[in-house]
T-cell receptor, first 110, second 115 residues
């Protein structure tokens, strides 16, 4: 099955700086790579996703890049704000089973 | 807005008890999922269902069963709860054409403690 590794497990950044979270996956057949954000006391919520036929996707302050050859993908958050503090999960899928990384706790310092 | 509702936010049960976790979604989604979330392990898929009365095992189905008698409701059952099933349980749904390759809509979770 798919194995997704996520780094770092915790990330502390100064407000206004950028944050980068990296993930690797094992199954070369995976073709869908979403990122979820989980705020305290809530369920995860999709913030951005990318499919294998695209190398990069951007939505305002967040962007995701995908390198299929190396089997890794990354989340970039620019100009971080206090409301970006949360747990972020990457995931990979090629069918009904979505495999998640272990999560990254991001703390934005004011 | 899509709403996935998990009936209990917090439960405390004793070892050996039978536990039911209920999940209801209001967007007529075909696919429903149960995950457990543990620190350092992320979200792990227990069971999923892509149609009424259909179920498929996920990555960690041992000790769990599910029931999907109606399209909007997906129940997770712990036949005999054990302490290693203490966890946060998350239910999710998605539209039929997407499976897991589309947005999952999650509930707020049910935190189960087994004593």
């Amino acid at each position: 099955g798919e194995n997704v590794e996520q780094h770092p497990s915790t990330l502390s950044v100064q407000e206004g700086d950028s944050a980068v979270i990296k993930c690797t996956y094992s199954d070369s057949a995976s073709n869908y790579f979403p990122w979820y954000k989980q705020e305290l006391g809530k369920g995860p919520q999709l913030i951005i996703d990318i499919r294998s036929n695209v190398g990069e996707k951007k939505d305002q302050r967040i962007a995701v890049t995908l390198n299929k050859t190396a089997k890794h993908f990354s989340l970039h958050i620019t100009e971080t704000q206090p409301e970006d503090s949360a747990v972020y999960f990457c995931a990979a899928s090629n069918d009904y089973k979505l495999s998640f990384g272990a999560g990254t706790t991001v703390t934005v310092r004011a | 807005d899509v709403k996935v509702t998990q009936s209990s936010r917090y439960l405390v049960k004793r070892t050996g008890e039978k536990v039911f976790l209920e999940c209801v979604q209001d967007m007529d989604h075909e696919n429903m999922f149960w995950y457990r979330q543990d620190p350092g392990l992320g979200l792990r898929l227990i069971y999923f269902s892509y149609d009424v009365k259909m179920k498929e095992k996920g990555d960690i189905p041992e000790g769990y069963s599910v029931s999907r008698e109606k399209k909007e409701r997906f129940s997770l059952i712990l036949e005999s709860a054990s302490t290693n099933q203490t966890s946060m349980y998350l239910c999710a749904s998605s539209p039929g054409t997407s499976g897991s390759t589309g947005e999952l809509f999650f509930g707020e979770g049910s935190r189960l403690t087994v004593l």
